[in-house]
């Protein structure tokens, strides 16, 4: 019935039959004879100037400023018909009228359009043309593509990059996905500059801004930057370049000297593998998943300088902790330090004890609880305080443990697991809270499953266990009932690692 409706309108409109208005485009004389009913019922400007006593109401014909002849047309044939042929050519005319008189459902038309037309060769156009008509997420999304695709562009299509007003590429600049490093970033800038230096080297400190000197490297800022004449004129980018200086000269400060210069443009996490056994022994390479491809594969990352396994890896200020485990065919206590800012390993202080353990950040120190080292199990807990590249030793666990995993839960540590010797190997069902600024121990209630080796991770308010049993299922604990649940079918993992990205275990 609807669809008949809408066609016996679309035939009167065609015959000039009880049309009760005339619409004329700003530029061009075509009329277009249209009903106030039908247009009031799907524009909300023709909503608002047919039923709030607006003078327009009495007029016969009503003149649109600011909408185009093909717009005008191609807009009133999507009220009448549903349809909206639309092509890049039209594609602004269109919008312009859609927006201009309010109707939704034809913007919503268009930005499917734009979405599925994206190309590194119009990718720059769509996002002016949604961020002029106030399309605010298909903006963000076409700035989204740009940044992913920057390279590409400043190759094969410098062209239109150097074509953009500064406030234009200040957005792209900014973007925290955009695929370049700072120091491209700087060129593109420099060469942008150039294009028209006359008037943009005035502009060019509102572009500096977005800048991260500190993730250039301190040849590249000496080299590069230093030998720019327009950044050291600009006193604000002088003082930021000296700070990127400042950044470099003091490494083991990094994690306290932290700002948005110095965070990596990235905005999600990602999930690393650092080391390990292989089939062929101990290994030092370091592997990311990059899922922001189409089919997500893995990438390599600096190895670390030897092999190692049996290790534990800490994230804290974004920096990976590499501490204790097996290198060079022998048990450790030395430990690295991975800056994804800029690929690289760093060694760190010695521990006191050579071992391979769980190990946590807790309130800006990292934790090293227990484990087996030399023929024996520890209850010891040392602490390092990376600005001071320092081991101290803390308040020891209840016993001497190995085998146990460790989690951090709203300001709490929770230890599970572990072994105990008899006439041979067992694992416990232990779970209980560590407290080690209060030298304090609460005991909760034990796991379902015994447990040694297996992984501890933390999503959506519980706590998970898996692995580290021949037979033995994952786990749920809900910290806030002291209960466990059972989770079928991750049986015989044995010893596992896992990691907690985007709300999904690995």
């Not at 006593?53 to 191609?74: F, K, P």
């Not at 080299?223 to 470099?248: C, I, M, N, W």
Request: hydrophobic share 40%; glycine share 6%; with cysteine.
């Amino acid at each position: 019935h609807s669809t008949e409706m809408l066609g016996g309108f679309h035939k009167m409109r065609q015959s000039k039959t009880l049309c009760d208005v005339t619409l004329w485009a700003e530029v061009g004389d075509k009329p277009f004879a249209v009903h106030k009913t039908v247009l009031a019922s799907t524009s909300e400007y023709f909503s608002v100037m047919f039923t709030c006593g607006m003078r327009e109401i009495d007029q016969d014909d009503i003149y649109l400023h600011g909408v185009t002849l093909a717009g005008l047309s191609t807009v009133l044939d999507f009220v009448y018909t549903s349809e909206l042929p639309v092509s890049l050519e039209t594609i602004q005319d269109v919008v312009c009228a859609a927006s201009h008189l309010q109707i939704s459902s034809a913007l919503a038309l268009c930005e499917t359009f734009l979405r599925d037309e994206i190309s590194l060769d119009n990718c720059l156009y769509i996002m002016n043309l949604c961020t002029t008509f106030g399309l605010k997420q298909l903006a963000k999304e076409a700035t989204d593509y740009i940044a992913k695709m920057f390279q590409d562009l400043v190759q094969k299509k410098s062209d239109q990059i150097l074509d953009l007003t500064w406030e234009e590429f200040l957005p792209i600049l900014e973007n925290n996905k955009l695929n370049a490093s700072e120091l491209q970033i700087f060129q593109t800038i420099v060469q942008w500059v150039e294009h028209d230096r006359e008037v943009r080297v005035y502009e060019a400190k509102y572009l500096l801004e977005a800048v991260r000197f500190p993730l250039m490297t301190w040849e590249e800022l000496h080299s590069e930057v230093l030998t720019t004449p327009f950044v050291l004129r600009d006193k604000t980018a002088h003082a930021r370049v000296s700070a990127g200086f400042s950044y470099h000269s003091t490494p083991l400060m990094h994690h306290l000297c932290q700002s948005p210069d110095s965070q990596v443009r990235a905005d999600t996490e990602s999930l690393v593998i650092v080391g390990g056994w292989m089939d062929e022994g101990r290994t030092a390479e370091v592997l990311f998943l990059n899922d922001s491809l189409e089919v997500p594969n893995w990438a390599r990352l600096a190895n670390m300088p030897v092999a190692r396994a049996w290790h534990t890896v800490v994230m804290m200020d974004n920096f990976a902790y590499v501490l204790g485990g097996f290198a060079k065919g022998v048990l450790c206590a030395s430990g690295l330090r991975y800056d994804p800012r800029f690929n690289t390993w760093m060694g760190i202080a010695d521990m006191w004890e050579k071992r391979f353990f769980p190990g946590v950040a807790w309130d800006g120190k990292i934790l090293a609880l227990g484990g087996s080292g030399l023929g024996k199990d520890t209850a010891e807990v040392e602490s390092y305080t990376p600005d001071e590249d320092r081991w101290s030793t803390g308040t020891p666990l209840p016993r001497a443990t190995h085998g146990h995993a460790a989690v951090v839960f709203h300001d709490k540590i929770y230890i599970s697991g572990r072994t105990r010797f008899c006439t041979f190997v067992i694992a416990l069902t232990d779970l209980y809270t560590y407290d080690p600024d209060n030298n304090k121990v609460t005991h909760k209630r034990h796991m379902k499953h015994r447990r040694k080796g297996h992984a501890m991770c933390t999503i959506q308010g519980r706590i998970y266990v898996l692995g580290g049993g021949e037979i033995a299922p994952a786990e749920c604990y809900d910290p806030y009932q002291d209960v466990w649940w059972t989770i079928p079918g991750l049986e015989g993992l044995g010893r596992v690692s896992a990691a907690v990205v985007k709300d999904f275990i690995y």
